[in-house]
């Protein structure tokens, strides 16, 4: 059995443990027996796309060549409050 965490607790899901699947677009989210019990309709599941501004042209960064993103993550963000 691969590892499976719940989507909603991120508690791992052990072998035998009762648990729900979902299939959206192709990709599997589980959620745990218990979280399951407290709603049963998965949330939150889409991730979330940040646009930012490269060579003068606002891009999702996920379009972004390797390089690119590279440099992305290695910004830092700052308050000029």
């Known amino acids: 059995m691969e590892k499976v965490q719940c989507h909603n607790c991120q508690k791992t899901i052990t072998k035998g443990e009762k648990y729900m ?33 490269v060579v003068g042209y606002i891009r999702p960064v996920s379009q972004w060549n390797k390089g690119k993103q590279a440099e992305y993550s290695d910004r830092k963000e700052y308050c000029s409050c």
Do not use: F
């Not at 599997?28 to 930012?52: G, I, W």
């Open 21 to 53: 699947e979902y299939d959206v677009k192709g990709e599997m989210y589980h959620k745990c027996a218990e979280c399951y019990k407290q709603d049963t309709v998965l949330r939150n599941y889409r991730p979330t796309e940040v646009y930012s501004r």
